[in-house]
């Protein structure tokens, strides 16, 4: 497939089809994190190469994830962060944004607008947004992730503050922008 490896490859690929057949959740947990750190290692790796490979071992984790619990289940939102973080790193990054968008969609669903998994969205999104020159819409996004980060770590946690000064550099970037356009 893509390893360069097609016995490994295969049984890869076995493991996978067997997964998806029984469609247990506890199955695909077990063998979804197996996956998920075999995609990081090769990310560590590095090389174009390796990225690719990851990507590949992402859509492997959708896969069984997707079998074991649903596309609508906060497992399948996190494997669409971890892949789109790939994306990102491949400098895929307006390929990246939509499938960022589709985790926050399904943990809006899954835990409401007011949960830290939702925060994390919110800012990976407004990173996505700022590396596309969306600075108004990137600001909008640190934003609403500050917003949730105050009220369920407060005002005063890390987490709060990168998202707040991540929106304040954002809001800066989208006037200068402005300024330029006028």
Do not use: C
């Not at 199955?27 to 990507?55: F, I, P, R």
């Not at 939702?118 to 947004?129: E, S």
């Not at 990137?138 to 369920?152: G, K, L, V, W």
Request: glycine fraction near 6%.
């Amino acid at each position: 497939l893509r390893s360069g490896n097609p016995a490994g490859d295969d049984v890869l690929r076995h493991a996978v089809d067997q997964t998806v057949k029984l469609a247990s959740p506890q199955l695909a947990k077990k063998v979804s994190v197996k996956l998920s750190a075999l995609a990081t290692s090769y990310e560590n790796a590095g090389g174009e190469d390796n990225q690719v490979k990851a990507l590949y071992v992402h859509s492997l984790v959708m896969e069984v994830i997707e079998a074991g619990f649903s596309k609508e289940s906060a497992e399948f939102a996190t494997a669409l962060g971890n892949m789109a973080t790939t994306m990102v790193g491949m400098d895929k990054v307006r390929d990246a944004l939509p499938v960022f968008q589709s985790a926050l969609e399904i943990d809006q669903r899954v835990y409401g607008d007011e949960d830290l998994a939702v925060a994390t969205d919110h800012f990976n999104i407004g990173f996505v947004q700022s590396k596309l020159g969306l600075f108004q819409e990137a600001a909008d996004s640190f934003e609403a992730s500050a917003t949730i980060r105050a009220a369920q770590l407060g005002e005063e946690s890390e987490e709060t503050a990168q998202a707040r000064q991540r929106a304040a550099k954002a809001h800066k970037s989208a006037g200068v922008a402005a300024a330029a356009k006028s």
